[in-house]
């Protein structure tokens, strides 16, 4: 998570949404920022936490932006990156696991340590399901959000890519993929929401 308070910019980061370029490219520009383990601070503590206390002790009261991406692919990307070599050997690597097998790990009543991934949707939203940002980008439109931090910024903002998870094969089979939409399925709503508005969801946040 970053905050730029004269461009009043708040940046949530949702994992495996190419969070890393976005902080590489806005770090000169920010005043405060989280990283390694407070780096994904979800949309709810930042509402709970972390805005009350901007707004008393800075009188800034940022716009919320993050971005989500396509839940299938979200979850890929994180079975690539545990597929990786510097997860051999540890808890939560994936080796020898089927994309259909992590899937299943991951929606699960009590999900293994290598399938502990969370999800977009609670890191979005509130206990209640109300979208905690300001400006929801999809990961698959990203012409929409570069537009929005050139804007924003006023300069041209490049997001370089960094943490690429390997190129690993990694099929879901028909009858996996309507488990995990059954699983899931308000992200998946939340996900077509954020498509029809063209890849970019604006919310009012009382």
């Given at each position: 998570m970053?905050?730029?308070s004269r461009e009043n910019f708040a940046f949530?980061?949702?994992?495996?949404?190419?969070?890393t370029a976005v902080e590489m490219a806005l770090k000169p520009r920010a005043d405060i920022i989280l990283t390694k383990?407070?780096?994904?601070?979800?949309?709810?503590?930042?509402h709970n936490k972390i805005a009350p206390f901007l707004d008393?002790?800075?009188?800034?009261?940022?716009?919320?932006?993050?971005?989500?991406?396509?839940?299938v692919e979200q979850i890929r990307s994180w079975y690539r990156y545990r597929a990786g070599s510097r997860q051999k050997g540890t808890e939560t690597a994936t080796h020898g696991l089927s994309f259909d097998e992590f899937v299943a790990d991951v929606i699960a009543d009590d999900p293994p340590p290598h399938a502990g991934?969370?999800?977009?949707?609670?890191?979005?939203?509130?206990?209640?399901?109300?979208?905690?940002?300001?400006?929801?980008?999809?990961?698959?439109?990203p012409v929409a959000f570069r537009g929005?931090?050139?804007?924003?910024?006023?300069?041209e903002i490049r997001l370089k890519?960094?943490?690429?998870?390997?190129?690993?094969?990694?099929?879901?089979?028909?009858?996996m993929l309507a488990r995990l939409?059954?699983?899931?399925?308000?992200?998946?709503?939340?996900?077509?929401?954020?498509?029809d508005a063209g890849g970019h969801l604006v919310t009012r946040i009382g």
């Open positions: 970053l905050i730029c949530i980061a949702v994992p495996k949404t190419g969070t383990f407070r780096k994904h601070i979800t949309a709810q503590r930042f008393e002790v800075f009188d800034l009261r940022p716009d919320r932006v993050a971005v989500m991406r396509d839940p991934i969370g999800s977009q949707w609670n890191m979005l939203t509130s206990g209640k399901g109300a979208v905690l940002v300001h400006h929801l980008f999809a990961h698959e439109a929005f931090l050139n804007d924003r910024f006023g300069e890519p960094k943490n690429v998870s390997p190129q690993v094969d990694a099929p879901l089979s028909p009858s939409r059954a699983a899931r399925a308000e992200e998946f709503a939340l996900y077509d929401r954020l498509m």
